[in-house]
């Protein structure tokens, strides 16, 4: 199982803009971490895509590009590319760039974002959230299955026999589609034999394996081998020495950041006792010392079937640079060989 972290290159910032030079600290710590999380063996770090203040992740491309240069082993790859919002060309540019930089250790995951602001900020409709998806993924597995295409649709201008460059070091470009819970999104990944990463930041993990049984039988029905339809695990988590640290260091900042974006979307804000069966035998947090949350990660794979990856995000909490440098040491110390 490959094991890594997922950042959104949060600042922690709230309700107040930080100022250049506190923009430039994050990101150097960020890259730090990411540099970190090769020498503790991690297989992969991915970059997320957002368009808010709180974040410094709106061109991911660019960051792992930068931090392609100080790594050496580690995979490099967005979490997720809202490509809904994006054009597919430059897209699969960026990438390929990426991965010429990085020698072959680029990966995309696509899917259409669990936050809007992309949309407005691109010209979008929000009510063509899923036709802009099903169109431009097409595109994009077009680009990357082949050098000059030939395609139209009807968010984007026609193609016309266009070469499109550069090409990727891999052949083909890894790319993975990112889901949350909706069947439609199973059932697609499986027919188009993508590998699947489920984002499960709430709930009881083993709830998803309905919808993972979808996707494994749409693959197997558009004839895809088993072996290709990899499923991956997205989770809020956090590892500190002891189970009591993890929870008293992560629960502040969960508990913010979940209740603010909880006033966004109407949920009721967080309490104590939910973050406790969140991050209990059955929830889906993975949030304690290693050897718990080691054998977490292998009963929620074992309740979905099997999953081939499991990534951290873990600087959503307000942690400090150092808390997460100690818990990537831990998870490369003690998480990755358990899992081996």
């Known amino acids: 199982m490959e094991v890594g972290i997922d950042s959104f290159a949060a600042t922690g910032a709230g309700d107040t803009r930080?100022?250049?030079k506190d923009n430039m600290n994050e990101m150097a710590n960020l890259l730090a971490r990411i540099e970190a999380a090769d020498q503790a063996g991690l297989h992969?770090?991915?970059?997320?895509?957002?368009?808010?203040?709180e974040f410094l992740d709106s061109a991911p491309a660019v960051?792992?590009?930068?931090?392609?240069?100080?790594?050496?082993?580690?995979?490099?790859?967005?979490?997720v590319t809202v490509l809904s919002a994006?054009?597919?060309?430059?897209?699969?540019?960026?990438?390929?760039?990426?991965?010429?930089?990085?020698?072959?250790?680029?990966?995309?995951?696509?899917?259409?974002?669990?936050?809007?602001?992309?949309?407005p900020l691109f010209g979008y409709k929000l009510e063509d959230y899923d036709a802009l998806f099903i169109e431009k993924l097409d595109l994009f597995l077009q680009i990357r299955a082949q050098e000059v295409v030939q395609w139209k649709g009807k968010f984007r201008p026609a193609l016309n026999n266009v070469a499109i460059y550069p090409r990727p070091v891999q052949d083909p470009l890894p790319v993975w589609l990112g889901v949350g819970g909706t069947p439609?999104?199973?059932?697609?990944?499986?027919?188009?034999?993508?590998?699947?990463?489920?984002?499960?930041?709430?709930?009881?993990?083993?709830?998803?394996?309905?919808?993972v049984d979808l996707y494994r039988e749409a693959g197997e029905k558009a004839g895809h081998a088993p072996e290709k339809l990899r499923v991956g695990l997205h989770s809020l988590g956090y590892v500190a020495e002891t189970r009591e640290q993890a929870m008293e260091d992560y629960y502040p900042g969960y508990a913010a950041t979940f209740t603010k974006i909880g006033r966004e979307r109407g949920w009721p804000p967080v309490t104590r006792p939910q973050f406790d069966a969140q991050a209990g035998p059955r929830g889906a947090l993975l949030v304690g010392d290693p050897q718990e949350v080691a054998e977490k990660i292998r009963r929620h794979s074992e309740s979905l079937g099997g999953i081939a990856r499991v990534t951290f995000q873990m600087d959503n909490a307000g942690l400090s640079h150092e808390k997460l440098l100690k818990s990537i040491d831990l998870i490369g110390k003690y998480i990755v060989p358990a899992l081996q």
């Open 18 to 20: 930080l100022d250049a």
């Open 63 to 79: 960051i792992l590009a930068a931090a392609a240069a100080r790594t050496k082993q580690i995979r490099l790859t967005s979490a």
């Open 184 to 211: 439609q999104s199973f059932v697609r990944a499986g027919t188009l034999g993508l590998p699947l990463m489920v984002a499960i930041i709430g709930g009881e993990t083993h709830r998803f394996r309905p919808l």
């Open 44 to 53: 992969v770090f991915g970059i997320g895509e957002h368009h808010r203040k």
């Open 86 to 119: 994006a054009d597919p060309v430059r897209v699969f540019q960026n990438f390929a760039t990426l991965d010429i930089i990085s020698r072959g250790r680029a990966e995309v995951v696509v899917g259409r974002g669990s936050f809007i602001e992309a949309y």
